[in-house]
Nanobody, 121 residues
Framework: QVQLVESGGGLVQAGDSLRLSCTAS????????MGWFRQAPGKEREFVAG????????YYADSVKGRFTISKGNAKNTVYLKMNSLKPEDTAVYYC??????????????WGQGTQVTVSS
């Protein structure tokens, strides 16, 4: 089984920055791509950013392109999401996921518990 643990969420003002972290562990963790999704109250969970296992390929939702950056740590089981120029509409629970990659939720069988990000105006 694969365990994912997120950290770094919090309450910030519009225009501020935050960095989320996610660490994967477990005896079956392999060469998985990793991604970040988010879910705002009353809305479906949506793709935010993804990164290949090697870290060479990254991709973003249009709504965060140019503001958010996904990256991996030196240990391939850690992924970060640096969020700049935060907007109130970025408020959501942010989830880390591991799987085969892409923008679809069903490509990620493993999920963290989520971390709350709240952006005040």
């Amino acid at each position: 089984q694969v365990q994912l643990v997120e950290s770094g969420g919090g309450l910030v003002q519009a225009g501020d920055s935050l960095r989320l972290s996610c660490t994967a562990s477990g005896p079956t963790f392999g060469n998985y791509a990793m991604g970040w999704f988010r879910q705002a109250p009353g809305k479906e969970r949506e793709f935010v950013a993804g990164i290949s296992w090697s870290g060479a390929d990254t991709y973003y939702a249009d709504s965060v392109k140019g503001r958010f950056t996904i990256s991996k740590g030196n240990a391939k089981n850690t992924v970060y999401l640096k969020m700049n120029s935060l907007k109130p509409e970025d408020t959501a629970v942010y989830y880390c996921a591991a799987g085969t990659g892409g923008m679809r939720k069903d490509r990620y069988p493993y999920w963290g518990q989520g971390t709350q990000v709240t952006v005040s105006s």
